[in-house]
């Protein structure tokens, strides 16, 4: 039983036309072609499919879109504006903190929760709130640079 339902994506109302217990991970990818969010295990376990509700860091494999009426979604394509990457995305590649790329936009919406939470955490802090976010390819020292260079540029540009 489909319906029709308007979400809040990136800013802007986006309709969509699905069962109100479908993931929004399946209607971000298959219906608005935001696919910078990642079916990793389906269970929720990995991080990859992270987006932000309201500013709060919540994976949409597990999320029936039902339950986002009213929110505000972002996703990895809503950080940049005007054509510039936000801090966050330019540190993950001033830092190689991405290899293959498939957990990089649920570690990048994780740590700018992290980081409006506290603007500058301690290298602990960091591993901590990460935690849930698993990384294959495993350059976990690389994401706390990145996390600590953004850490930096944000409080420099205020973003």
């Not at 001033?94 to 293959?100: S, V, Y």
């Not at 992290?114 to 294959?136: H, K, Y």
Request: some cysteine.
């Amino acid at each position: 039983m489909a319906r029709i339902t308007e979400i809040e994506v990136n800013g802007s109302a986006r309709r969509i036309d699905a069962d109100p217990e479908t993931s929004l991970l399946h209607v971000l990818r298959d219906q608005l072609d935001l696919t910078g969010t990642k079916y990793g295990c389906g269970e929720g376990e990995c991080g990859a499919c992270t987006v932000l509700l309201d500013g709060i860091p919540q994976r949409s494999c597990l999320m029936p879109v039902a339950a986002v009426s009213g929110k505000r979604i972002t996703t990895i394509e809503g950080l940049a504006t005007g054509g510039r990457l936000h801090p966050l995305q330019q540190a993950f590649l001033d830092e190689q903190a991405l290899q293959c790329g498939y957990c990089t936009s649920g570690m990048i919406l994780t740590a700018w929760a992290l980081l409006r939470a506290r603007p500058d955490p301690s290298e602990q802090e960091i591993r901590e709130f990460m935690e849930g976010n698993v990384c294959r390819c495993g350059v976990y020292h690389r994401i706390v640079a990145a996390i600590r260079r953004a850490s930096d540029l944000m409080k420099k540009s205020n973003a």
